[in-house]
């Protein structure tokens, strides 16, 4: 595997690893020593993309709700509007 592969692997940079080595670490430490601290921003742009798919999910659910209850309103208004007057209910009856 390259630096890069082992890099990607390991959640580092290559440049680390190439730092590392060229430091005097043996291999094996640079590529099992954790870094000692993670960057504050990656935390929450993972907690926004996080919140970024709740509300797309939300909306999709939303939406769906809306389409099932327009399809329901028109099946309604089909009915209604395919009874001949004073055969059916009246579109209130319906309606409720």
């Known amino acids: ?3 890069s592969d082992w890099a990607r692997q390991i ?3 290559p440049s680390t690893i190439t730092k590392r ?3 005097g ?6 590529l099992t020593i954790k870094r000692r601290w993670t960057h504050p ?11 970024r798919e709740a509300v797309r999910r939300f909306a999709c659910e939303q939406r769906r709700a809306i389409d099932a209850f327009e399809e ?3 099946d309604r208004l089909k ?8 055969e059916g209910r009246e ?5 409720s």
Do not use: C, F, N, R
């Open 21 to 23: 080595i060229d430091a």
């Open 91 to 95: 579109l209130s009856e319906t309606l």
């Open 72 to 74: 329901d309103m028109l």
């Open 25 to 30: 670490w043996s291999v094996e430490q640079a």
């Open 79 to 86: 009915g209604v509007a395919m009874t001949p007057p004073g």
């Open 1 to 3: 595997m390259s630096v």
């Open 11 to 13: 959640g580092i940079l």
């Open 41 to 51: 921003i990656k935390p929450q742009a993972q907690a926004d993309h996080e919140m």
